[in-house]
C-alpha cells in the first residue's frame, strides 16, 4: 500500500511540458482577444467627444443665431471666417488624434460662438456658415430658392490610431442636426 501511494504521488506530481505548451497558448490567445477588445472600446469612447462637441456647437450656433440672426463661422484663423471645410481650416491646428487645448490662442470667432471645451481635445473643428442663396458644400437636393434658410455645417476631423486615416464626423443644420460619420473608428 505505501508503495503504491509513492508511486501515484510522482505519477501526478505536475504538468508535462506539452501541457504547460497548450496553457501558455490559450493565455496568449485569450489576452491577444482583450487586447484588441480594448483598443476598441478605447477608440469608440474617444470618438464620442466628436458627437459631444459638435452638438455643443450646434446648441451654440442656435443661441448665437437667436441673438445675432447669423450662424457664426469658425476655424483655424482670428478674423478671416474659414472659406470651405476641412482640416486646413479646422482648430486647433495640431494633427487629428494629438491631444490639443483647444483654449490656448484659439481665433476669437471661438470665443465669439461661446464655445470653450474644457481640457483637450483630440479633433480638431471647423464651422462652415452660409447665406440661403449658397449651396453648402457636400449637400445633395439644395436649392438656392428663397424658402431656403440660413445653414451651418460643423466638422470633427480625427485620426485616433494614427494610420493616416482621417474620420470626419459633420453635423448639417439644414437636415435637422444629422450626425454623418466617415470612418468613425478608422
Known amino acids: 500500500m505505501r508503495r503504491s501511494l509513492q508511486n501515484l504521488r510522482k505519477s501526478s506530481g505536475g504538468m508535462t511540458l506539452v501541457e504547460l505548451m497548450i496553457v501558455v497558448v490559450i493565455l496568449g490567445i ?9 483598443s476598441i472600446y478605447i477608440r469608440r469612447s474617444r470618438s464620442q467627444e466628436a458627437t459631444t462637441q459638435l452638438a455643443s456647437i450646434a446648441a451654440r450656433e442656435a443661441a448665437y443665431r437667436s441673438e445675432f440672426a447669423v450662424y457664426c463661422p469658425a476655424g483655424a484663423s482670428s478674423g478671416s471666417p474659414p472659406t470651405s471645410l476641412g482640416t486646413s ?8 488624434g494629438t491631444l490639443t487645448e483647444f483654449a490656448s490662442g ?41 424658402n431656403q434658410d440660413l445653414w451651418f455645417i460643423a466638422e470633427a476631423y480625427g485620426d485616433l490610431d494614427r494610420d493616416n486615416t482621417v474620420s470626419t464626423h459633420r453635423l448639417f443644420s439644414g437636415n435637422g442636426n444629422t450626425l454623418q460619420v466617415t470612418n468613425e473608428y478608422e
Open 89 to 96: 481650416n479646422a482648430w486647433p491646428t495640431t494633427s487629428p
Open 30 to 38: 485569450l489576452a491577444g482577444i482583450a487586447g484588441i477588445s480594448y
Open 106 to 146: 484659439a481665433p476669437v470667432e471661438w470665443l465669439q460662438l461661446g464655445y470653450r471645451p474644457t481640457g483637450t481635445v483630440r479633433y480638431r473643428y471647423v464651422v462652415l456658415t452660409g447665406q440661403p442663396t449658397t449651396s453648402p458644400p457636400g449637400v445633395t437636393g439644395w436649392s438656392t430658392s428663397p
